[in-house]
Nanobody
Framework: VQLQASGGGLVQPGGSLRLSCVAS????????IGWFRQSTGEERETVAC???????????TYAGSVRGRFTISRDDDGNSAYLQMDNLKPEDADVYYC??????????????WGKGTLVTVSS
């Protein structure tokens, strides 16, 4: 069972990145999927969370700091999830993690976590 996050990199302020999260060993379709970010010494922040399309409505929530700039989506056929990040700001620089949870909503306690992918926003 594994979640693999990728897509991080260096981008200039105002630029875009798309993070990917691919699951293996289990099916994501009944799981809530979240994207989180964390800097060293700081608490992990929930960036975005998306409900399952199976038994739920696939709705999403966002942290206030990213609402309108980031979009979370899921591709259950591809067993994947994505985080489209537009108009990136220096304060968005962080290590980003994807995670999945079978019951409940995104929180610091998730069933599966992927390894982080580093996003750097700098000119």
């Amino acid at each position: 069972v594994q979640l693999q996050a990728s897509g991080g990199g260096l981008v200039q302020p105002g630029g875009s990145l798309r993070l990917s999260c691919v699951a293996s060993g289990f099916s994501l379709n009944r799981y809530v999927i979240g994207w989180f970010r964390q800097s060293t010494g700081e608490e992990r922040e929930t960036v975005a969370c998306i409900a399952s399309n199976t038994g739920s409505d696939g709705s999403a929530t966002y942290a206030g700091s990213v609402r309108g700039r980031f979009t979370i989506s899921r591709d259950d056929d591809g067993n994947s999830a994505y985080l489209q990040m537009d108009n990136l700001k220096p304060e968005d620089a962080d290590v980003y993690y994807c995670a999945a949870k079978r019951y409940g909503w995104c929180s610091s306690v998730m069933d599966y976590w992927g390894k982080g992918t580093l996003v750097t926003v700098s000119s």
